[in-house]
């Protein structure tokens, strides 16, 4: 059977541990891990990081890729998704998918013959995290003493972050306005892992309080794809804006992020995303490398 990468902990802490250390590594890498091997790509949401650096990590390590509008698809006229994922089995290696729900995308791995990874839905976005715990680590060896804040809507990006950091014993606040949390179901998740791994879960409303003694603090988008802009929204998460005065009440030392795009003036402020303390570029080249040893451990050569 597949291994498939549809959340966070569909890895456990030694194989994230592993694979972010030879991410670091093998920067640069240019290989034949991938080579004959042939990766899809089913996109129902826009996309630029994730495609893109799937799509280069592919050509890096000797694979081809293939982008594959869902609309373009027969999905589009009623095929099912089981009989998709069947017949995208008999052709390529692996398969990456962005679509809204995750029981569609777990469907569709449940009726696949290749490894499918999972480049975002409503619910999780776990490529992300791998990417956000590579560079977290960068800067500390012993991830069991960070701290790091989330600030804004309680999303998909905020799920796997927790998740992810909870895995790894790290100490994670997740502050978001009362009615913007995330969802039980995900916090649930979250501190049974910290239960195993001596992690700490935080949730709060107070942006302020949060932000004392952080080592990160990290930001996304206030409205997610697909959702309406509403002022009522905006509003209430304007105090949780990653702006000079908030970042100010953190370690000196205190490194900023955001998984972008990002919406300057709104979740983040110009001055601070373009800052010293900011590592959001960086952040987002990590995808990158991370990505490339997703691949290998899922669909590399080694693994045949």
């Known amino acids: 059977m597949p291994r498939h990468f549809l959340k966070v902990t569909d890895l456990d802490r030694e194989e994230i541990l592993s694979l972010i250390d030879a991410a670091k590594a093998n920067r640069g890498e240019q290989s034949a891990a991938?080579?004959?091997?042939?990766?899809?790509?089913?996109?129902?949401?826009?996309?630029?990081?994730?495609?893109?650096?799937?799509?280069?990590?592919?050509?890096?390590?000797?694979?081809?890729?293939?982008?594959?509008?869902?609309?373009?698809?027969?999905?589009?006229?009623?095929?099912?998704?089981?009989?998709?994922?069947?017949?995208?089995?008999?052709?390529?290696?692996?398969?990456?998918?962005?679509?809204?729900?995750?029981?569609?995308?777990?469907?569709?791995?449940?009726?696949?013959?290749?490894?499918?990874?999972?480049?975002?839905?409503?619910?999780r976005h776990p490529c992300q995290a791998l990417s956000d715990l590579m560079t977290i680590s960068e800067f500390y060896d012993d991830l069991s003493g960070v701290k790091l804040v989330y600030l804004g809507d309680g999303n998909n990006v905020a799920v796997s972050l927790m998740n992810i950091c909870a895995l790894v014993g790290a100490r994670v606040a997740i502050c978001t306005p009362?009615?913007?949390?995330?969802?039980?179901?995900?916090?649930?998740?979250?501190?049974?892992?910290?239960?195993?791994?001596?992690?700490?879960?935080?949730?709060?409303?107070?942006?302020?309080?949060?932000?004392?003694?952080?080592?990160?603090?990290?930001?996304?988008?206030?409205?997610?794809m697909g959702q309406q802009k509403v002022p009522e929204k905006k509003i209430r998460l304007q105090p949780y804006q990653i702006n000079r005065k908030l970042l100010s009440l953190a370690k000196p030392s205190c490194r900023v992020m955001h998984c972008l795009p990002a919406h300057r003036g709104e979740e983040i402020e110009a001055a601070v995303m373009d800052g010293p303390q900011s590592i959001v570029f960086r952040q987002a080249e990590n995808r990158l490398h991370a990505q490339k040893e997703l691949l290998k451990l899922l669909m590399g050569n080694a693994q045949a």
């Open 178 to 224: 009362e009615d913007l949390a995330c969802p039980e179901w995900a916090l649930a998740e979250a501190r049974g892992l910290a239960a195993a791994s001596g992690a700490r879960i935080e949730t709060t409303t107070d942006p302020e309080s949060a932000v004392a003694g952080a080592d990160f603090l990290y930001t996304d988008v206030w409205f997610s």
């Open 34 to 123: 991938l080579a004959g091997k042939n990766l899809g790509l089913i996109f129902s949401k826009p996309s630029t990081r994730t495609r893109v650096s799937f799509t280069v990590a592919a050509y890096h390590l000797g694979g081809h890729c293939m982008f594959l509008s869902e609309s373009e698809l027969q999905l589009g006229r009623g095929e099912t998704i089981e009989d998709t994922a069947r017949i995208l089995s008999g052709y390529l290696d692996g398969v990456i998918i962005r679509t809204f729900s995750q029981r569609d995308l777990e469907t569709f791995a449940a009726s696949a013959s290749v490894p499918v990874i999972n480049g975002l839905t409503d619910e």
